[in-house]
């Protein structure tokens, strides 16, 4: 049988081998590793919301209030009621009728497309959507096409050619993309492809994983923030735990999708309800970002964002901005150089991006100081990795 030592030795061989880092730390701005502090530009932790006050004493009191497990799946069990809260809180500023939530982003979007696309329908994709939703998508058993990353002229020719294999009575097509891309940090022209799948009769997942919490004034994402009505998108989804410093996903759409999909999401139906206390925590941090809090940590976000983007000569679209670098080599070794000087900055490669796309990926928190951000840049610039 195939020896998986020669497998790991492949990947070493090609710089493709991963291993797990140990943080003795809480994942904070500064984070604690083999006896050294770092500062961290890793986190998807966008507003500094995983570790600070008000949602650890959320998830106490939800603990508190509610236990420790869920004790099984909300069909076997009953759905406990801060679940059923959390998902009203989000319909509501979703502007959707309804929503579901799930143990993870992941699984919401493996569970979402596999229960709403068969092999009579047909699900089109950006090429850089992220490794849950083509995992959802093949899963689905739906003849897939993919187009070259905001191609919208590729796109719009893969939804003519749905329109003529696909009976649009009984058939469903599915365009899924996310608004911001999350190794580019870059966003979809989600105004031209919502008009392109209206008029091709298709629906719309739109990924806000990054976006969520993040983009809009009130923090609800990329149609929010470039003034479009969230209704145009059928399927919004997200996950609670990048701004929302928890974990978990949602799928925001109509009250009939939902219930197809309590009835259909075998990722939702087979597996145990997430603990009580985080949807007690996440239902608490939806209503932070929303309100005057969300608005003053964004504030702080985008200026840091701005900071980095002047720093860099680069224009930034979210709270991730990659340093492209190509070989795995030089990713490695940048992102060797920062750790010596004292910052996480993940190396990224094949197949998280296409090869000879190696790059650092920075991420940005409100949390970072504006000293942390200006410390990064001139460690950057001094070891050669971001142009002076
Ligand atoms: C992180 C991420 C997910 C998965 O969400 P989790 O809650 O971490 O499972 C899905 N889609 C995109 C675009 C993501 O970046």
């Known amino acids: ?39 961290n530009f890793s ?20 603990v508190e209030r509610y236990g420790a497990g869920s004790g099984a799946s909300r069909l076997i069990c009953g759905t406990l009621a801060p679940h059923a809260d959390l998902e009203e809180t989000l319909a509501g500023f ?12 992941y699984a919401t979007a493996v569970g ?24 959802g998508a093949r899963l689905s058993g739906a003849t897939l ?26 058939g469903r097509i599915l365009v899924v993309t996310e608004s911001v891309f999350s190794m580019d940090g870059d966003r979809a022209p989600l105004e031209a492809i919502l008009d392109l799948k209206e008029q091709h009769g298709a629906w719309l997942l739109l990924d806000e994983a990054h976006a969520f919490g993040v983009l809009g004034r009130t923090g609800r994402g990329l149609a929010e923030a470039i003034g479009i009505e969230d209704g145009r998108v059928d399927l919004q989804m997200g996950t609670l735990s990048k701004a929302a410093g928890l974990s978990g996903g949602y799928l925001c759409a109509s009250r009939s999708v939902i219930d197809l999909l309590i009835n259909r999401a075998r990722s939702f139906i087979y597996s145990t309800a997430p603990p009580p206390a985080i949807a007690h925590a996440a239902r608490e941090a939806v209503d932070r970002i929303r309100g005057e809090e969300g608005s003053v940590l964004r504030e702080r976000l985008w200026e840091n964002v701005a900071l980095l983007e002047t720093a860099l000569g680069v224009k930034a679209e979210s709270a991730i901005v990659p340093v492209i670098l190509g070989e795995n080599e030089a990713a490695l ?4 150089s920062m750790r010596e000087a004292g910052f996480l900055v ?18 940005l928190s409100a949390g970072h ?6 410390r990064l840049v001139a460690s950057g610039k001094k070891a050669g990795i971001f142009l002076p």
């Open 43 to 62: 986190s998807n932790d966008y507003l500094g919301l995983a570790t600070d006050e008000r949602s650890k004493a959320a998830l106490i009191e939800g």
């Open 112 to 135: 979402t497309l596999s229960a709403l696309a068969g092999k009579d329908d047909a699900i089109i994709l950006d090429k850089l959507c992220h490794a849950s939703l083509i995992d």
């Open 145 to 170: 096409r993919v187009y070259p990353h905001n191609d919208l002229d590729k796109l719009a020719s893969h939804l003519a050619w749905a329109r003529r294999k696909i009976d649009t009575e009984a």
């Open 94 to 105: 979703k502007r959707t009728e309804a929503a579901l939530t799930f143990s993870s982003g």
């Open 1 to 39: 049988m195939r020896d998986p030592d020669d497998e790991l030795a492949e990947l070493e061989a090609g710089q493709l081998r991963r291993s797990l880092r140990r943080i003795d730390s809480p994942q904070e701005v500064e984070v604690r590793w083999e006896g050294r502090d770092y500062l």
């Open 333 to 336: 070794s940048a992102a060797e």
């Open 346 to 363: 993940p190396a990224i490669r094949y197949p998280t991006v296409p090869r000879g796309q190696a790059r650092l990926r920075v991420t």
């Open 369 to 374: 100081r504006t000293t942390d951000v200006e």
